[in-house]
């Protein structure tokens, strides 16, 4: 089955405690990207990447990392955590940007105390 | 800077009504595209519209685009209980999305 999956789904941290959320894509897509979404913002994009080692920020990247050694996956990382950083994050992928639709995850519910 | 804007923010009908929703944008496409979500969940790609195209139907739903007006509206027709949720709307070329609009249909 075709689909883009997350992990974790939900993770309640503490200020300053690196952590990663994993998105890996099935269909051998070249363009993936991360979404964080909050109420009455919409989603907004962090990072994206048109292909393996390629990696451009979105429009809210600060405090933010992400690394594209592989296709298929897409870490996002978040170095030192802050609260501002609650939100509920999304990876989605597409055949290449510009190219059809975007497949996303389930997202990933971030809390941080 | 987002890109698609919709509008409404929210919309509450009955059953059986039909549903618009509107979308604009800031420059030139090649294309846009539809998506809906559940509370919560990831969004769902409901259809995409070329540039050169002018109205666009897919079973109960039906899109229109006018470039010189930079706006597109998504119609849903005979709405069910089960097409509660959020649309957005994104243009190919940066894949930026608005806040949505939040559609609640009523039993």
């Known amino acids: 089955e075709a689909q883009v999956t997350q992990n974790p789904r939900y993770l309640i941290t503490v200020t300053g405690k690196k952590l990663t959320v994993t998105c890996s894509q099935n269909m051998n897509h070249e363009y993936m990207s991360w979404y964080r979404q909050d109420p009455g913002l919409g989603l907004r994009q962090i990072y994206y990447s048109m292909n393996v080692e390629v990696t451009d920020k979105g429009d809210v990247p600060e405090g933010y990392k992400v690394s594209r050694k592989e296709k298929r996956n897409f870490p996002l990382i978040l170095e030192s955590p802050s609260p501002n950083q609650t939100s509920l994050y999304f990876c989605?992928?597409?055949?290449?940007?510009?190219?059809?639709?975007?497949?996303f995850g389930p997202g990933t519910r971030l809390l941080v105390l | 800077s987002q890109q698609g804007e919709e509008d409404p923010q929210a919309l509450s009908i009955q059953e059986g009504e039909n549903a618009t929703m509107n979308c604009s944008y800031k420059t030139s496409i090649n294309n846009l595209q539809w998506y809906r979500q559940n509370s919560g969940r990831g969004l769902v790609h409901l259809i995409l519209i070329r540039s050169n195209e002018r109205e666009k139907h897919s079973g109960r739903l039906r899109v229109t685009l006018d470039t010189s007006k930079k706006s597109s509206s998504l119609l849903i027709t005979a709405s069910r209980a089960a097409d509660t949720a959020s649309y957005f709307c994104a243009t190919i070329h940066d894949m930026r999305f608005g806040a949505g609009t939040r559609l609640t249909v009523k039993p």
């Open positions: 989605a992928s597409s055949p290449s940007r510009g190219a059809g639709p975007q497949y």
